[in-house]
């Protein structure tokens, strides 16, 4: 059952035209969306999907923002996983509720918002970030739009250097030197476990597999690359948007051998 919007959740207010806003709501606040001032009381209380006048004839509905929508409008200091590779990552990375996993690259948080969702209050993850600034930046995204960090350990330090868990279930990575954090990731990693990295360039992808190749410890690399292409469809035009995202990288799946 759809509970109504809280005071400190996150918003979508969708305009006629489809356009979306990320808000937040706060008791006593006012949003301003394009010409309308909305007092957040208004719809704190409202159910997800409600309609709400604003100002000169403006209209919106509100939801909570799916991962989708929340990674495209939310801040981003560095690139984030988009929806499409997050989706990948997930189900061909075989991430469960109850598992441990590590993530390397912290970045603005987004996958780690997707992770921390799949494994649950029974699981845990473990964000390795280099920088002390986007550790703060991703925990503070991930507060804002998902309410909470529970299950979730974010260690400022290179991960190259080495990782502190052992016999974790899946390990990802996105940070621009691959090659170097493999060691360490593949260390970590119980038997069996897996290894996901996601890299923009052919070159990088290059180095992931001789990487693996080199390494006795690894085994079975397979790289994918998705791409997602979105639809125009109305009454007298059906066909592909004009526009698309056209690549945001590849994904390389590997599997720890047994010791
Ligand atoms: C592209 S961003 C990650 C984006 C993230 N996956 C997301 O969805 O928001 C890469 C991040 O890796 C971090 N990084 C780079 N090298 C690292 C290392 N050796 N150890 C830990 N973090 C590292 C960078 O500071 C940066 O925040």
């Known amino acids: 059952m759809s509970s109504p919007l809280a005071d400190g959740e996150s918003v979508l207010l969708v305009d006629r035209r489809g356009r979306r806003h990320l ?4 008791t006593g606040h006012r949003l ?12 704190i209380g409202l159910a997800e999907g409600a309609r709400i006048g604003g100002g000169r004839d403006e209209e919106f509905r509100v939801f909570r923002p799916a991962y989708g929508e929340l990674v495209t409008l939310f801040e981003r200091p560095a690139e984030p996983i988009f929806a499409k590779d997050a989706g990948l990552i997930l189900t061909r990375g075989d991430i469960r509720p109850g598992q441990t996993v590590i993530e390397i690259g912290a970045g603005c948080g987004a996958l780690s918002m997707a992770l921390l969702r799949v494994v649950g209050a029974t699981g845990r993850l473990i964000t390795y970030e280099l920088r002390e600034d986007f550790a703060e930046e991703a925990r503070r995204n991930v507060v804002r739009h ?114």
């Not at 301003?32 to 719809?43: E, F």
């Not at 960090?149 to 250097?161: H, K, M, P, Q």
């Open 23 to 26: 808000k937040h709501l706060r």
């Open 32 to 43: 301003t969306v394009r010409s309308s001032v909305l007092a957040c009381d208004r719809i």
């Open 146 to 259: 998902e309410g909470h960090a529970g299950g979730w350990t974010i260690r400022v330090a290179d991960a190259s250097l080495g990782l502190e868990e052992r016999d974790v279930d899946r390990v990802v990575i996105d940070v621009p030197d691959i090659a170097a954090v493999m060691p360490a990731a593949t260390e970590a990693l119980r038997d069996g476990g897996i290894l996901v990295a996601f890299c923009p360039t052919v070159l990088q992808m290059k180095e992931i597999h001789e990487a693996a190749a080199r390494s006795e410890s690894l085994g079975f690399a397979e790289t994918f690359e998705v791409l997602e292409r979105k639809w125009h469809v109305d009454a007298t035009s059906i066909r592909p948007d004009h526009r698309m995202v056209a690549h945001t990288g590849f994904l390389t799946f590997m599997r720890r051998l047994a010791r």
